[in-house]
T-cell receptor, first 113, second 112 residues
Framework: NAGVTQTPKFRVLKTGQSMTLLCAQD?????MYWYRQDPGMGLRLIHY???????AKGEVPDGYNVSRLKKQNFLLGLESAAPSQTSVYFC????????????FGPGTRLTVL | TQLLEQSPQFLSIQEGENLTVYCNSS?????LQWYRQEPGEGPVLLVT?????EVKKLKRLTFQFGDARKDSSLHITAAQTGDTGLYLC????????????FGSGTKLNVKP
């Protein structure tokens, strides 16, 4: 099992450009999450999904969109990148039911110039 | 505004010393998790506590959940250099789509 994988690992964008971050999990988990991590702020929830075809907003959703067309994949899109979106992005998944352990991917370091 | 406040933010100690990290909130959580994160990697779960007053031990690490389920602590006995990392607490609920709110973290450096 690869667990949770994220692509790309690093990316540099110019203000106004768009990009999509891909998260994939091979554990048949129901729940998937996108977080951003900034210095001194911990992890903040951007969007999440409780199953295939569902998405919902988290704490800091503005400027991001997501899709979960397949159970194993959760995509995070930035339509028009801004310098404030410079961050490290983590994807996580949870099996569901009574099990709440989050499995995290290795992260994507995004810089917006 | 952080839902969960962690203290201290930074901790630098010598190998063999004991330490305690605190995680406090004004909100009640049905479960509280502690994670450790190494540089360049995602957080890895250490423990989940779900019952008020619960104490869990993981080798030299002792985790406690407050009676009111608003706060938690992590105590490390005889710290080792391998304990160096960022420690994060997260409060949430399996009854709220497993959404978890993270503290800002405690960066621990254990010197040899």
């Amino acid at each position: 099992n690869a667990g949770v994988t994220q692509t790309p690992k690093f990316r540099v964008l110019k203000t106004g450009q768009s990009m999509t971050l891909l998260c994939a999990q091979d554990m048949n988990h129901e729940y998937m999450y996108w977080y951003r991590q900034d210095p001194g702020m911990g992890l903040r929830l951007i969007h999440y999904s409780v199953g295939e075809g569902t998405t919902a907003k988290g704490e800091v959703p503005d400027g991001y969109n997501v899709s979960r067309l397949k159970k194993q994949n959760f995509l995070l899109g930035l339509e028009s990148a801004a310098p404030s979106q410079t961050s490290v992005y983590f994807c996580a998944s949870i099996l569901g039911g009574e099990v709440s352990e989050q499995f995290f991917g290795p992260g994507t370091r995004l810089t917006v110039l | 505004t952080q839902l969960l406040e962690q203290s201290p933010q930074f901790l630098s100690i010598q190998e063999g010393e004991n330490l305690t990290v605190y995680c406090n909130s004004s909100s009640v959580f049905s479960s509280l998790q502690w994670y450790r994160q190494e540089p360049g990697e995602g957080p890895v779960l250490l423990v989940t506590v779900v019952t008020g007053g619960e104490v869990k031990k993981l080798k030299r690490l002792t985790f406690q959940f407050g009676d009111a389920r608003k706060d938690s602590s992590l105590h490390i006995t005889a710290a080792q250099t391998g304990d160096t990392g960022l420690y994060l607490c997260a409060g949430g609920s399996v009854y709220n789509f497993n959404k978890f709110y993270f503290g800002s973290g405690t960066k621990l450096n254990v010197k040899p």
